[in-house]
């Protein structure tokens, strides 16, 4: 066990979901029913309102060893127990081992963070925004309705990198590996070529219905 001293270990209620990965600032809405964790919701709401999210491996049958810590920034009771809660992400953390598992599981987990970047990425994260502008309106071309970027898109690289992963949708396994990433440019970079391919994707796309119409 970790002493006293030891800021960066602590014991985490652990909540695995399938083909969810949460990552830092972002929301994430909850509807708690099974028993084990309607337990875990109302021990958390007594103490620091905090557990871990990790996104729970099918292929393998466990979950995965990188999570994000989620803190309940409000509830609401429902009928027979049940509650919705809405989480917001906070740091990520690394699960060193299971101290228990029944009622549910509690981790004793290291938090990490990204390494310092070594050059300035203000540049890689305005040509990002780009893509994500030229994503959305090819999207919004196919769709034949307005799809808008948020005004509140985040300024800061590392920011931008975690908004642009939990926006990424049917690929929880793309998002394991970006949240697991420790260098913020080699998010952006991965982020980069998942977003130049579905530019490159919707602009075929977009060019065959311009034929047909």
Same mark, same amino acid.
């Given at each position: ?10 014991? @985490? ?7 969810? /990965? @949460?990552?830092? !600032?972002?929301?994430?809405? @909850? ?5 084990? %964790? ?13 557990? #871990? ?7 393998? !049958?466990?979950?995965? +060893?990188? #999570? &994000? &810590? ?18 917001? #992400? ?16 509690? !981790? ?27 994503? /959305?309106?090819?999207?919004? *071309? ?5 799809? =808008? ?5 985040? =300024? ?5 990198? %975690? ?6 949708? !049917? ?5 394991? +590996? ?7 440019? *080699? ?27």
């Amino acid at each position: 066990m970790a002493s006293s001293s030891s800021i960066a270990v602590r014991e @985490l209620p652990l909540f695995p979901l399938p083909e969810v /990965v @949460l990552f830092p !600032g972002r929301p994430l809405p @909850l509807h708690i029913f099974e028993f084990r %964790y309607r337990i875990m919701m109302n021990t958390i709401l007594e103490s620091d309102r905090r557990f #871990g999210v990790l996104m729970w491996d099918s292929v393998r !049958g466990e979950p995965a +060893a990188v #999570g &994000c &810590c989620a803190e309940i920034i409000h509830f609401q009771r429902l009928p027979d127990d049940r509650m919705k809660v809405l989480t917001l #992400g906070q740091q990520r953390f690394r699960v060193l081992e299971y101290v228990r598992e029944k009622p549910y599981r509690v !981790g004793l987990v290291e938090w990490i963070e990204d390494r310092p970047p070594e050059k300035d990425l203000r540049e890689m994260a305005r040509e990002l925004r780009q893509l994500l502008r030229d994503v /959305v309106h090819l999207s919004s *071309k196919l769709a034949d309705q307005r799809i =808008d970027l948020p005004e509140d898109l985040p =300024d800061l690289p590392i920011e931008l990198s %975690y908004w642009i992963a939990s926006n990424l949708y !049917g690929v929880a396994s793309e998002q394991q +590996a970006l949240l697991e990433m420790q260098e913020t440019h *080699k998010r952006l970079e991965r982020e980069s070529e998942i977003l130049s391919s579905t530019r490159n994707h919707l602009a075929a796309r977009t060019v065959l219905k311009d034929v047909f119409n």
